[in-house]
């Protein structure tokens, strides 16, 4: 089964529903939706990015987990609201009609695996680790088609957002880890 094909489009509607609805319970605050009633499938243990964008496209925000340590309908739960809310990047998502403005987008994570030269990152099918000296940073897959980048200046960006200089990721020190995602939006599933 392809990747992408993991989830059917309904599955991919709850989870989009499941971020929203997570969202806007924490806005009026009140307790968030009963999930028991989900599929099963959706409560396997799983990891997933919630990342948040305007109208135009920019982002607004963006949270996750590489480590897959919960049911994914909670890992969807808590990362949808740590997007909206915790992102260091932007301030909080302050109203029902601003969270109405935004569009959701879900990356399920498959586990990382250890790669042992950085050519084995293939840009636009591999999410990438980047890890030297205690230091570490990752880009989703669509991060790099999105921008426009190629291998290295991906991971000379990916260097730089570990704090460390743009050619970093070529030190022998440095290490890498690849992932794949299953990526859905709500512009992606109809409602």
């Given at each position: ?32 939706q ?27 925000g963006?949270?996750g ?11 969807v ?39 042992a030269?950085p ?24 991060v ?13 960006h ?22 794949k ?9 109809k409602?």
């Amino acid at each position: 089964m392809e990747n992408n094909e993991l989830y059917n489009a309904d599955e991919k509607r709850q989870l989009l529903l499941l971020a929203r609805s997570s969202m806007e319970a924490k806005l009026k605050n009140e307790p968030m939706q009963d999930i028991s009633n989900l599929p099963e499938k959706l409560n396997e243990i799983a990891s997933c990015f919630v990342t948040l964008h305007t109208k135009s496209g920019a982002l607004r925000g963006c949270i996750g987990n590489i480590g897959a340590y919960e049911p994914l309908t909670e890992n969807v739960t808590h990362n949808a609201a740590n997007s909206a809310f915790n992102d260091p990047r932007f301030p909080p998502v302050a109203s029902l009609e601003e969270l109405a403005r935004l569009e959701i987008e879900i990356s399920v994570l498959t586990a990382p695996k250890e790669i042992a030269l950085p050519e084995e990152f293939i840009v636009g099918e591999h999410g990438v680790i980047l890890s030297n000296s205690g230091r570490s940073a990752v880009f989703l897959p669509q991060v790099a088609p999105e921008q426009g980048w190629s291998r290295d200046t991906t991971l000379a960006h990916l260097s730089m957002k570990a704090g460390m200089a743009s050619d970093a990721w070529r030190e022998p020190e440095t290490k890498f880890s690849v992932f794949k995602a299953i990526v859905f939006s709500e512009k992606d599933i109809k409602k």
